[in-house]
């Protein structure tokens, strides 16, 4: 890492996000008729004709103001996620069953009132980091609340771990397609950084207990340790099985990019780098050694660098079996933000230079393809070369998230660097 | 098993409930005073000296005066159930953590606020029956958010099961004599048995399903299946260690009758036989076919048949290996009550004559030796020749619950069987 390489990327991540993403948002996404967020921009940030309003883009929103504001104090973002945070709570809080539903129409009115525990992961982070940046009492309490119930209607006391899909009354939902059969590493992943936030808001020990609880679940179970990746569904009782697309997932409602044939158990390389630093943020809120998961968190950015990175172009490929090459060499959006923190914040624990110089083959890449240079917010899927395959700058999943948070992330990790 | 065999013993259980059990508790157990109710009485039946209400007791003997409305809907069990939840609600419930007290003092005044799974499950088993036999809405609700507050703090997420001993804030307490990182077969059976109560009471998915689950984690990993008895202490995750003292436990607080001089890893009849029929109760509970459990049962009674049976005089012992003969010859009450019903319930629903047999055999020296003559209320510990070693007809821990229960399910049992 040469001081020259360090400013400039220094200087370009804060462009992106001080020029790019934050006005994107902030001019784009707020819904100025009914409030809280429009999420869908086509590749040109014109807005899409979906104007449906799911939790997990509209507590990523919240979420990301908050953030943000933490950085740069300024009214007009403590604005955007107040009015954020009142739809969320007018609309989405389920008065009769509590918990949050899953979608609304732009209006506010109930489509989906599901209870998904990814969603209801999110509100916790969204509402836990609001509570603490703005100081907000109310918040903390929905964000306890939502807590209480994902503990009283999701923990498998049995098997351990949570159920990842109940309905509207927190019944558990079905097999198969309902997948109340079924648990998952990236649920699991997502309630770990709800928990951070939480713990990090409250201090309480039921809320650092829990956290410490679903980490050791993911260390235990959902981690392939000698190949250094995490694995992806599973039965209740944590025996892994191959992946089949689930009822208000992502996955079930895109069919965009390459097709693997066959059915395989993919590992996601973003997935587990974004995995790796995650872990770190928790150990960090739990008070623990810096340097506690350095030896896992080397396995899962080696892993990507063996198999997922493109060593030629930069950046990670989608998916991969778990030991040997990539499958699908489609590049994401999400993919290649999450890897950039992660292999910056590997770089500040170990000292390697090959993790910063993986963070700068890939933010070169991301540079050069995936931030649309008009608007400055990312582009959502390309081909390995960079030629666009969904040009979209916003979709009902994206929002805020993982590129403003890359850049916040990196943008501090760099000035601690200088 | 015999016309006049039946008939006799019948007209025995029945006599001793309605003449002995019952009246001495209206008689003696009701605190005129303060409320709530004393359970310390002599050999006699006179008041003892300690007064302290423990949340144990006065929570078995809301169930008992509960459960005993339902057979016998008398005006003065009412009002002797209902002072009791009143005093229960006033004095013991912690307006600052939620939860119950572990103990108060005869005017109320909080001794010890710990949060022991033991007592708030006991509270959910009172409360749940109360609520259901009374029709009362407050009582339904305070059941429920007991539920839900064991859910929220004691559930472990990662392991599965519940943490048993927590402070007065819900935080876990410390290893060792406090407990904080042990599991137990008793603690969960009681759990099971509450639960049950509580989805009798509610009808409710979740109830239902934390039913199910807490069975199948005392079948997963409580039972050894082979040799056919319960194991007792467990480690967080679920492997068998010697038992030790417990902190606000029975066994910490007494010091009566029989000591092995090397601790032993020991399995109790009483409680095994009474896994089996409060397994069936919670089966029947789920709607589940009667002889779900017939092979599981025929294992525990037959266990304690083989090793824990006194075929000379009746009646079992207290403890011993789990494959050879008992350790602990004396005789306690609760479990010469408890094998009455499982005995008399693994009869109902496998047909096999020995059951009977041991169920009669119990009885008859459970008649001439534990029940006092004069007051019909059980002495505690006996040899086993049936000579008192503690003669007490009431302690901080025993009340109405084994007694009164046991009577009440025999004489269903044997009224079912005429």
């Known amino acids: ?27 784009r ?27 997990v883009t509209q507590t990523r929103m919240i979420w990301g103001f908050s953030a943000l504001y933490e950085e740069y104090p300024e009214e007009r973002i403590r604005k955007a996620a107040r009015q ?19 979608k609304v129409r732009r209006d506010g009115t109930v489509l989906d009132d599901g209870k998904v525990v990814y969603g209801e992961g999110f509100a916790i982070y969204a509402l836990a980091t609001y509570a603490r940046v703005f100081g907000d009492a109310e918040a903390l309490s929905y964000a306890e609340r939502t807590f209480d119930l994902l503990q009283i209607y999701c923990a498998d006391t049995l098997r351990g771990g ?46 650092r207990r829990k956290l410490e609880e679903v980490m050791g679940l993911i260390l235990r179970h959902m981690v392939d340790h000698e190949n250094g990746c995490g694995l992806n569904q599973f039965d209740i009782d944590f025996r892994p099985i191959p992946a089949i697309n689930i009822r208000r997932t992502w996955n ?55 198999y997922g990175f493109d060593h030629e172009l930069g950046g990670v490929y989608r998916d991969g079996v778990h030991c040997g090459p990539a499958l699908v060499f489609d590049k994401e959006w999400w993919q290649n933000c999450e890897v950039l923190i992660g292999y910056l914040d590997t770089y500040e624990r170990t000292g390697e230079e090959k993790y910063f110089d993986a963070f700068l083959r890939t933010w070169r890449f991301d540079k050069a393809h995936f931030i649309d240079p008009a608007t400055g917010e990312w582009r ?39």
Chains 1, 2 share one sequence.
């Not at 100025?32 to 449906?52: S, V």
């Not at 997502?190 to 713990?199: K, N, R």
């Open 84 to 102: 954020g945070y009142e739809f969320f709570v007018r609309h989405f809080w389920d008065p009769r069953h509590l918990g949050w539903h899953w």
């Open 252 to 306: 079930a409602e895109r069919a965009t990019g390459e097709v693997v044939a066959t059915p395989t158990d993919t590992t996601s390389y973003g997935h587990n780098v974004e995995l790796g630093w995650l872990l770190n943020r928790a150990a960090d809120t739990l008070g623990w050694e810096r340097t506690h998961f350095n030896g896992l968190i080397r396995k899962l950015d080696d892993h990507s660098l063996a």
């Open 1 to 27: 890492m040469t001081h020259d390489e360090l400013t400039t990327a220094l200087s370009e991540v804060r462009d992106n996000l001080e020029r790019g993403i934050l006005p994107f948002w902030l001019e």
């Open 29 to 55: 996404g707020i819904d100025r008729e009914f409030g809280g967020y429009l999420t869908c921009f086509d590749a040109e940030g014109c807005p899409g004709e979906d104007t449906d309003k799911y939790i």
């Open 162 to 207: 949570y159920f990842e899909n109940l309905e509207p009354d927190w019944t558990l939902s079905a097999p198969g397609f309902a997948a109340g059969d079924r648990k998952s590493l990236d649920i699991h992943m997502h309630l770990m950084e709800a928990f951070t936030a939480l713990a990090a808001a409250t201090g309480k020990e039921i809320h």
């Open 380 to 418: 959502q899927l390309l081909r390995r070369d960079g030629t666009p395959l969904v040009a979209d700058l916003g979709n009902p999943w994206k929002a805020i998230y993982h590129t403003g948070r890359a850049m916040l992330e990196c943008k501090r990790r760099l000035e601690r660097m200088r």
